[in-house]
């Protein structure tokens, strides 16, 4: 019993990180069509900016709780500069290429990105444990969590929702469902889609900006955590189904809680639990669990 | 007259929408057919059942005394039912000649032969005594995509013309084209499948198409066969004025008698 | 025979005189020769897919597969060459047959991320396998060839001469095989899979067996790395930044020749090898900036360019 609550309740945390990282890619993906694997530099930018604005803001002698809107700012000042830079310095010109293509071309940004990174902050690791050692830990069943961790499920409900809403109930969400539904048509329609897809990709960088941002506390920043998430995110896209916001909570939650139940239960198949998942989903469902089927008229 | 294909009781259910309904067709060695109907009556779904597109909820489907039904369309194909399509299906980027090559090859090649070279010099030769058949030949080294959409349509039909077959239906061969080209087209059409002795089955929106080159006509509405009798007395059919060919064709009788000569004609034909 | 195959013949001289340079090329040639031989067969395996339609991100599961099966022989006491080779060949091309019943359901996108999603199954069971060496892999001794064991450095020549007659009949195979109905079916798929079901055939069973190819080919890449740089290990042979690489190598080779593979892996080589050398704190900007000047400039690859010098001559 006691060991199924911690399953649970790391996979909840465990789920809301990936579900933060994965719906940036989702949404980007679910608008523009493109799968970005830029999206792990985001995080990985985010993560360091955060490390990075946390050590300096506690190095002032402000209030100690207001360290965590230099996370906030953190995601998004990665967010909105390398959205804007790379839609507009990079990919409106491969619009018209083949999707294999603007992966390729987004995984190359992601090499240059990677060694920008390294020449910023350099090899050594990062740590900005203030903010979790603030908010102190609790215990649930015997066991100590710390509550930092747990507000990771907040953010991703609050961001979730946040979306989720934002889609259906504004003006802005309707022009980008109508986007999404057909991109022709909306243009035909006097959508203007060069703005719905900047818009889109610099909403998607900050989410994944704020990903990084947020975990950064809990963890120790160092290269190479761009790849690791990369790799996660798009296996959570793909079995939710990509493009779909319901479908990365669903994914993001299968995933999360099968890991955890893995790393409690039978730790060494920790690691590919995740790809089987991937593997099985796919094949039982090849569009992932959430998206629409799409049938071809002759 | 030998009976080629016959189609009894089929059903096709999409969820709550009924898309075909009870229906009972036999079609005869050598028929040309008419299928008429207004949009979403259930011609192509018809089309797509027989062809082995789409799988028919229930019923019988049985081709030359087999029973077909759920075989997918390559095993269809290669019993001996071909088509064509509404939106040509052609390999766009590709010369029309490689397009025909390729259909060639596909329906020759089986076994170890899909190891032997694409190329073969008979093979050309054959590519474009088709060519010639359909009268694209000037059209011979353009690229698919860059054909005039008649030239388009004739390709569709000659690639799927290419492995002989016993019954080739056509879906709206000639929808798109502008009114002075079409009955050029359906003449190219109708003398090369004459020559092979194909029975055809086509969806045709122009009453005037249907009347000069076609027999019998089975008329759709919603889902059923509402008419299936020879040309002359279904276009007359009052059903089918109403639900089929509607109020914009104002026809007296004597117009659609001189129908009636016309479609002897096509008889004739086949 | 009146019909002259330009490409055979290119290969063929490629493969005389690459035979002859073998005896004076400097060792780092020839390590880097090798490499690009390996990678290039992987490329190859790729462009097989790519003439289809479909792109892998996880090719470096039959690269992985080819290089672990020959080196885990080399555990259990075998080490000709020609046996660890066959064997890591066969291991990837069985692999990939068994996916393929899967993986030939797939396309576009799905296809390739299906196909990484395996990769990374294959990463993580090598990673958390301890008898594997997991994250830092085992060596591999030098092999024999048919009895015959080099030493010094006739090592790395014979490896070098096998390498190259192997690949040489590889590359004309898959040639030869890309001009037949069934190779040629590619062109089909890709453009039109309803019109080739009712033609009468399977378009996946044209995948299928381009499948089972690049999979052969990728696992025989496979197993030359292994053997030409004797060390497998899972970050540099199953990683998913491994089948990226092997992308980058189609793109930047085309697909427009079967040679054109080897020149584009050893342009990556060769950009890698020296980046890694002089700017390693940058090799893989550089890396991805050249990958980016390709898809912006070159986008039909290093092939274009060749192609497009023949014709300003002819």
């Given at each position: 019993?006691?060991?199924?609550?911690?399953?649970?309740?790391?996979?909840?945390?465990?789920?809301?990180?990936?579900?933060?990282?994965?719906?940036?890619?989702?949404?980007?993906?679910?608008?523009?069509?493109?799968?970005?694997?830029?999206?792990?530099?985001?995080?990985?930018?985010?993560?360091?900016?955060?490390?990075?604005?946390?050590?300096?803001?506690?190095?002032?002698?402000?209030?100690?709780?207001?360290?965590?809107?230099?996370?906030?700012?953190?995601?998004?000042?990665?967010?909105?500069?390398?959205?804007?830079?790379?839609?507009?310095?990079?990919?409106?010109?491969?619009?018209?290429?083949?999707?294999?293509?603007?992966?390729?071309?987004?995984?190359?940004?992601?090499?240059?990105?990677?060694?920008?990174?390294?020449?910023?902050?350099?090899?050594?690791?990062?740590?900005?444990?203030?903010?979790?050692?603030?908010?102190?830990?609790?215990?649930?069943?015997?066991?100590?969590?710390?509550?930092?961790?747990?507000?990771?499920?907040?953010?991703?409900?609050?961001?979730?929702?946040?979306?989720?809403?934002?889609?259906?109930?504004?003006?802005?969400?309707?022009?980008?469902?109508?986007?999404?539904?057909?991109?022709?048509?909306?243009?035909?329609?006097?959508?203007?889609?060069?703005?719905?897809?900047?818009?889109?990709?610099?909403?998607?960088?900050?989410?994944?900006?704020?990903?990084?941002?947020?975990?950064?506390?809990?963890i120790s920043v160092n290269p190479g955590i761009g790849v690791e998430?990369?790799?996660?995110?798009?296996?959570?896209?793909?079995?939710?189904?990509?493009?779909?916001?319901?479908?990365?909570?669903?994914?993001?939650?299968?995933?999360?809680?099968?890991?955890?139940?893995?790393?409690?239960?039978?730790?060494?198949?920790?690691?590919?639990?995740?790809?089987?998942?991937?593997?099985?989903?796919?094949?039982?469902?090849?569009?992932?669990?959430?998206?629409?089927?799409?049938?071809?008229?002759? | 007259?030998?009976?080629?294909?016959?189609?009894?009781?089929?059903?096709?259910?999409?969820?709550?929408?009924?898309?075909?309904?009870?229906?009972?067709?036999?079609?005869?060695?050598?028929?040309?057919?008419?299928?008429?109907?207004?949009?979403?009556?259930?011609?192509?779904?018809?089309?797509?059942?027989?062809?082995?597109?789409?799988?028919?909820?229930?019923?019988?489907?049985?081709?030359?005394?087999?029973?077909?039904?759920?075989?997918?369309?390559?095993?269809?194909?290669?019993?001996?039912?071909?088509?064509?399509?509404?939106?040509?299906?052609?390999?766009?980027?590709?010369?029309?000649?490689?397009?025909?090559?390729?259909?060639?090859?596909?329906?020759?090649?089986?076994?170890?032969?899909?190891?032997?070279?694409?190329?073969?010099?008979?093979?050309?030769?054959?590519?474009?005594?088709?060519?010639?058949?359909?009268?694209?030949?000037?059209?011979?080294?353009?690229?698919?995509?860059?054909?005039?959409?008649?030239?388009?349509?004739?390709?569709?039909?000659?690639?799927?013309?290419?492995?002989?077959?016993?019954?080739?239906?056509?879906?709206?061969?000639?929808?798109?084209?502008?009114?002075?080209?079409?009955?050029?087209?359906?003449?190219?059409?109708?003398?090369?499948?004459?020559?092979?002795?194909?029975?055809?089955?086509?969806?045709?929106?122009?009453?005037?198409?249907?009347?000069?080159?076609?027999?019998?006509?089975?008329?759709?509405?919603?889902?059923?066969?509402?008419?299936?009798?020879?040309?002359?007395?279904?276009?007359?059919?009052?059903?089918?004025?109403?639900?089929?060919?509607?109020?914009?064709?104002?026809?007296?009788?004597?117009?659609?008698?001189?129908?009636?000569?016309?479609?002897?004609?096509?008889?004739?034909?086949? | 025979?009146?019909?002259?195959?330009?490409?055979?013949?290119?290969?063929?001289?490629?493969?005389?005189?690459?035979?002859?340079?073998?005896?004076?090329?400097?060792?780092?040639?020839?390590?880097?020769?090798?490499?690009?031989?390996?990678?290039?067969?992987?490329?190859?395996?790729?462009?097989?897919?790519?003439?289809?339609?479909?792109?892998?991100?996880?090719?470096?599961?039959?690269?992985?597969i080819g290089a672990y099966a020959a080196a885990m022989l080399t555990?259990?006491?075998?080490?000709?060459?020609?046996?660890?080779?066959?064997?890591?060949?066969?291991?990837?091309?069985?692999?990939?047959?068994?996916?393929?019943?899967?993986?030939?359901?797939?396309?576009?996108?799905?296809?390739?991320?299906?196909?990484?999603?395996?990769?990374?199954?294959?990463?993580?069971?090598?990673?958390?396998?301890?008898?594997?060496?997991?994250?830092?892999?085992?060596?591999?001794?030098?092999?024999?060839?048919?009895?015959?064991?080099?030493?010094?450095?006739?090592?790395?020549?014979?490896?070098?001469?096998?390498?190259?007659?192997?690949?040489?009949?590889?590359?004309?195979?898959?040639?030869?095989?890309?001009?037949?109905?069934?190779?040629?079916?590619?062109?089909?798929?890709?453009?039109?899979?309803?019109?080739?079901?009712?033609?009468?055939?399977?378009?996946?069973?044209?995948?299928?067996?381009?499948?089972?190819?690049?999979?052969?080919?990728?696992?025989?890449?496979?197993?030359?790395?292994?053997?030409?740089?004797?060390?497998?290990?899972?970050?540099?042979?199953?990683?998913?930044?491994?089948?990226?690489?092997?992308?980058?190598?189609?793109?930047?080779?085309?697909?427009?020749?079967?040679?054109?593979?080897?020149?584009?892996?050893?342009?990556?080589?060769?950009?890698?090898?020296?980046?890694?050398?002089?700017?390693?704190?940058?090799?893989?900007?550089?890396?991805?900036?050249?990958?980016?000047?390709?898809?912006?400039?070159?986008?039909?690859?290093?092939?274009?360019?060749?192609?497009?010098?023949?014709?300003?001559?002819?």
């Amino acid at each position: 019993m006691q060991e199924l609550i911690v399953i649970l309740v790391d996979g909840l945390v465990f789920s809301s990180y990936l579900f933060m990282v994965a719906v940036g890619l989702t949404v980007i993906f679910g608008v523009m069509k493109i799968l970005n694997v830029t999206h792990g530099s985001f995080y990985a930018f985010g993560a360091y900016m955060s490390a990075t604005l946390i050590g300096a803001y506690y190095s002032t002698d402000w209030p100690e709780f207001g360290g965590f809107l230099a996370i906030f700012a953190a995601a998004l000042v990665v967010g909105v500069f390398f959205g804007i830079v790379l839609e507009r310095g990079l990919l409106r010109f491969l619009y018209h290429r083949d999707e294999h293509i603007i992966v390729l071309a987004t995984f190359a940004m992601f090499l240059v990105l990677e060694d920008v990174l390294l020449i910023i902050w350099g090899t050594d690791p990062y740590f900005a444990f203030e903010p979790m050692t603030l908010l102190g830990s609790v215990d649930i069943v015997e066991m100590t969590f710390d509550v930092y961790s747990l507000t990771l499920i907040c953010l991703a409900v609050v961001v979730g929702l946040g979306l989720w809403l934002g889609l259906t109930k504004t003006k802005w969400g309707k022009l980008l469902l109508a986007v999404i539904f057909d991109r022709e048509v909306s243009q035909a329609m006097g959508i203007n889609v060069t703005v719905v897809f900047t818009v889109t990709f610099v909403i998607g960088a900050i989410m994944g900006a704020l990903g990084g941002a947020y975990i950064a506390p809990t963890i120790s920043v160092n290269p190479g955590i761009g790849v690791e998430v990369i790799v996660l995110a798009f296996a959570v896209v793909v079995i939710g189904g990509m493009g779909s916001i319901p479908g990365a909570m669903i994914g993001a939650l299968l995933v999360g809680i099968s890991r955890a139940a893995a790393v409690h239960k039978f730790p060494e198949i920790e690691l590919f639990v995740i790809y089987a998942i991937m593997a099985v989903v796919l094949s039982i469902r090849p569009e992932g669990l959430f998206a629409p089927a799409q049938a071809r008229k002759i | 007259m030998t009976v080629v294909l016959e189609v009894r009781d089929l059903q096709k259910t999409f969820g709550a929408v009924v898309a075909a309904k009870d229906i009972n067709v036999t079609v005869n060695e050598h028929e040309i057919i008419g299928i008429i109907g207004a949009n979403g009556a259930g011609k192509t779904t018809f089309v797509n059942m027989v062809t082995g597109y789409l799988k028919p909820t229930s019923g019988h489907i049985e081709f030359a005394g087999r029973n077909i039904m759920g075989l997918p369309p390559r095993d269809i194909t290669n019993l001996g039912i071909s088509r064509s399509f509404q939106v040509p299906q052609v390999f766009t980027s590709e010369s029309v000649f490689d397009n025909l090559q390729m259909a060639y090859a596909i329906t020759e090649a089986s076994g170890m032969g899909l190891l032997s070279p694409l190329y073969n010099d008979e093979r050309a030769a054959r590519v474009d005594s088709h060519l010639k058949r359909y009268q694209i030949a000037e059209y011979r080294n353009a690229t698919a995509s860059t054909l005039p959409q008649g030239v388009r349509k004739l390709l569709d039909i000659a690639m799927a013309a290419v492995s002989n077959p016993t019954i080739l239906m056509l879906d709206e061969p000639t929808s798109g084209i502008s009114v002075e080209e079409k009955f050029g087209l359906m003449d190219i059409i109708m003398e090369a499948l004459r020559q092979d002795e194909t029975t055809v089955l086509f969806i045709e929106h122009d009453m005037e198409i249907v009347e000069r080159y076609v027999s019998r006509v089975l008329a759709f509405y919603q889902g059923e066969i509402i008419c299936d009798a020879p040309t002359a007395e279904a276009l007359v059919d009052s059903g089918v004025r109403e639900f089929v060919i509607g109020e914009e064709y104002h026809r007296t009788r004597t117009e659609a008698a001189n129908g009636q000569s016309n479609g002897q004609e096509g008889d004739d034909n086949a | 025979m009146r019909y002259v195959d330009k490409t055979v013949v290119g290969l063929s001289i490629a493969f005389v005189v690459l035979l002859f340079a073998d005896f004076f090329m400097a060792e780092w040639m020839r390590f880097i020769g090798l490499q690009s031989l390996a990678r290039g067969a992987v490329a190859l395996g790729l462009l097989v897919l790519w003439r289809t339609g479909l792109v892998s991100f996880g090719h470096a599961l039959y690269f992985g597969i080819g290089a672990y099966a020959a080196a885990m022989l080399t555990l259990v006491g075998y080490h000709d060459a020609f046996f660890l080779v066959l064997a890591g060949t066969l291991a990837s091309g069985l692999l990939a047959f068994l996916l393929g019943f899967l993986l030939r359901r797939y396309r576009a996108i799905f296809f390739a991320l299906l196909n990484m999603a395996f990769s990374m199954i294959l990463y993580g069971v090598i990673v958390k396998t301890e008898e594997l060496g997991s994250t830092d892999g085992f060596s591999v001794l030098t092999p024999t060839f048919l009895g015959y064991a080099p030493q010094g450095e006739a090592v790395q020549t014979t490896l070098f001469l096998f390498t190259l007659v192997f690949t040489y009949i590889v590359t004309v195979g898959v040639h030869l095989y890309l001009k037949t109905t069934l190779g040629g079916m590619s062109m089909a798929v890709r453009e039109n899979e309803i019109r080739v079901e009712y033609l009468g055939y399977s378009a996946e069973k044209v995948i299928h067996v381009k499948y089972v190819f690049s999979g052969l080919v990728a696992g025989f890449g496979g197993a030359i790395m292994a053997l030409a740089i004797g060390q497998v290990d899972p970050d540099s042979m199953a990683n998913w930044n491994v089948s990226g690489e092997f992308v980058f190598i189609t793109i930047l080779s085309g697909i427009g020749n079967v040679g054109a593979t080897y020149i584009g892996a050893l342009v990556f080589e060769l950009i890698r090898t020296y980046a890694f050398e002089y700017a390693p704190q940058v090799w893989q900007f550089i890396l991805g900036g050249s990958l980016l000047a390709i898809i912006m400039f070159l986008p039909d690859g290093i092939w274009s360019l060749i192609d497009r010098l023949r014709k300003s001559e002819g």
